[in-house]
């Protein structure tokens, strides 16, 4: 299968590490044969046809700053959007930033990919959470696949989970906490008594925040997540504007410590019901599975036939997020061959 590889970032090169430790296990296991053939990142493009070396490509990415300086075949300057329409693939992976406004580049990305006829992986959130219902019907139109398991979860298939374990199942609800930053920073209040200005420091000390944390903080990546959750596993057709959001930056040590001495756990938790989404802090009984500490991620899906089911583990990280695109390509190479 080949691939166009758009960014290359923590995600992008996490995804060429692993499929160069799982390549055999990928062949043997699932009939999969991988095949980087370009890789774009803001200088350029590294473009091979034969398949690029996964080696090669990360030593030149990490000794010159771009895949274009990769010797003979990189290509200075070229844009994603030219890579996307001229080069033959089955599949594009898309990796650049998560952008809120308007989802850009991603979203250009991702939107040509599918009018060219190629199949999306990504763990891109901005434009599935701005237009995830467009970007279906856009696929289905083009008879491909877009695909966003790294999207919730990282590496923990919260997606697949409902999608597919509880196929035929009926979700009733969905509650989560699903922003691992924010997590660590009340479970720093609870158990260290810091004020959250310490638990953010502590936080951004240990690469956990993005430069700007505010997407955390003030849960718009929480409702990012929900809204492809929602949209996805729920049959809904939201978009980000349509979720109530609360952050957590108004809480106090006080309020934490407070609903401690109650036997309750204050946590940012992402809720869909009724057509309802929302994302504000709640207090929960500490014995609630949704009280994980840390960076854990937790989700739990409402069923109406078989109860509650919730799915907890790590939320984010690059060869985390990798594996959750290793998945969904796997997923794409199976829909290719029932063509
Ligand atoms: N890191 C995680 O744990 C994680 C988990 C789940 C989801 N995600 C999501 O996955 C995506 C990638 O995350 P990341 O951590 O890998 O980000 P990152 O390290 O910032 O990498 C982003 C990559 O995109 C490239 N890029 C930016 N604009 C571009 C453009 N216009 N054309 C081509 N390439 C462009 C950058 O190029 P340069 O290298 O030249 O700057 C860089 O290689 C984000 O949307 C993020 O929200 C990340």
């Known amino acids: 299968m080949r691939i166009i590889l758009v960014g290359y970032g923590t995600v992008g090169r996490s995804l060429t590490d692993l499929l160069k430790i799982q390549i055999n296990k990928l062949r043997r296991t699932h009939g999969f044969y991988p095949r980087v053939v370009a890789v774009v990142d803001r200088g350029g493009a590294a473009i091979s046809s034969e398949g690029l070396d996964l080696e090669t490509l ?10 274009s300086f990769y010797p003979g075949v990189g290509v200075a300057g070229i844009s994603a ?9 089955e599949v594009v992976v898309e990796t650049t930033p998560t952008n809120i406004v308007n989802g850009e580049p991603g979203m250009t990305h991702i939107k040509e990919a599918l009018i060219s006829g190629k199949n999306v992986v990504t763990t891109n ?5 701005l237009a995830l219902p467009a970007l279906m019907d856009l696929a289905e139109y083009n008879n491909v696949l877009i695909r966003f398991s790294g999207t919730v979860g990282g590496g923990t298939p919260v997606i697949d989970f409902a999608k597919e374990c509880l196929n035929g199942e009926e979700i009733v609800s969905i509650r989560g906490v699903l922003n691992g930053t924010t997590n660590f920073i009340l479970t720093e209040m609870e158990e260290k008594h810091v004020a959250m200005k310490q638990a953010l420091s502590r936080a951004k000390e240990l690469g956990y925040t993005e430069e700007d944390p505010s997407m955390d903080i003030k849960g718009i990546d929480s409702a990012c ?4 959750l929602a949209n996805w596993v729920m049959g809904l057709r939201k978009k980000l504007e349509d979720v109530e959001i609360e952050g957590i930056e108004n809480l106090t040590l006080k309020n934490v410590e407070e609903r401690k001495r109650r036997g309750e756990l204050i946590r940012l938790i992402g ?10 802090p709640l207090p929960l009984p500490k014995h609630d599975p949704l009280c994980v500490k840390g960076t854990l991620n937790a989700v739990t899906f409402q069923t109406k036939f078989s109860g509650e089911k919730t799915i907890v583990g790590p939320g984010a990280g690059g060869v985390e997020t990798a594996s959750a695109v290793i998945r969904d390509l796997i997923r794409v190479k199976a829909a290719l061959m029932k063509r």
């Open 81 to 89: 959007l030219d890579v996307i329409r001229e080069i033959d693939a």
């Open 58 to 67: 990360h030593r030149v990415k990490v000794e010159k700053g771009s895949v």
């Open 125 to 129: 959130k901005g434009p599935l959470a």
């Open 271 to 280: 809720e869909a019901r009724d057509e309802e989404l929302s994302v504000k």
């Open 225 to 228: 997540k929900l809204v492809i």
